[in-house]
T-cell receptor, first 111, second 116 residues
């Protein structure tokens, strides 16, 4: 069945450093790739998304890249801050239907 | 617009009982998906409803069921509860327009179910 693999499961960085989280999807029909951030005790919140007709998208310190050929997409956070500490989920879907989530990456940003 | 709401927020049940959880999507959203979240297990897809029809189903036993009403509100039911059903149950709604122009899922706060 469809699957999204996410790595690493845990990531610890020093404040100010960059963090990169990588995901691989299996369903070639996937065309929408959102990233969610979930802080402790809160609901997942969309932070950035990318569609299959775009290779890269940036929003301030956050960027996402997509390689459709390799079925890879990645989240890049630059100049990390302690408030970036959370669990991040990648997901892949077909036009918003049948969304499959990765297992999540717990990011720790050390001050 | 009001966000996705879920009721109840917390629930304690005993093994063997059944439970019904409710989700009200953002006004105008036609798709509702349900997820189970347990510590270290990420978001496990349960099912997705669109226009009162179940479009997709995850790999959960038949004890887990759901439905969607004409106003897009959705309920999920778990019968014969087991200890392992203790989890945070999240629903998410999306606009799901034709062509997928707006595909983002917005999550509710979740219902934390504890089975004793």
């Amino acid at each position: 069945g469809e699957n999204v693999e996410q790595h690493p499961s845990t990531l610890s960085v020093q404040e100010g450093d960059s963090a990169v989280i990588k995901c691989t999807y299996s369903d070639s029909a996937s065309n929408y790739f959102p990233w969610y951030k979930q802080e402790l005790g809160k609901r997942p919140q969309l932070i950035i998304d990318i569609r299959s007709n775009v290779g890269e998208k940036k929003d301030q310190r956050i960027a996402v890249t997509l390689n459709k050929t390799a079925k890879h997409f990645s989240l890049h956070i630059t100049e990390t801050q302690p408030e970036d500490s959370a669990v991040y989920f990648c997901a892949a879907s077909q036009g918003g239907f049948k969304t499959i989530f990765g297992a999540g990456t717990r990011l720790f940003v050390k001050a | 617009k009001a966000g996705v709401t879920q009721t109840p927020r917390y629930l304690i049940k005993t093994r063997g009982q059944q439970v019904t959880l409710s989700c009200s999507p953002i006004s105008g959203h036609r798709s509702v998906s349900w997820y189970q979240q347990t510590p270290g297990q990420g978001l496990q897809f349960l099912f997705e409803y669109f226009s009162e029809t179940q479009r997709n189903k995850g790999n959960f036993p038949g004890r887990f069921s759901g439905r969607q009403f004409s106003n897009s509100r959705s309920e999920m039911n778990v019968s014969t509860l087991e200890l392992g059903d203790s989890a945070l149950y999240l629903c998410a709604s999306s606009l799901a327009q034709a062509g997928g122009a707006t595909d983002t899922q917005y999550f509710g706060p979740g219902t934390r179910l504890t089975v004793l």
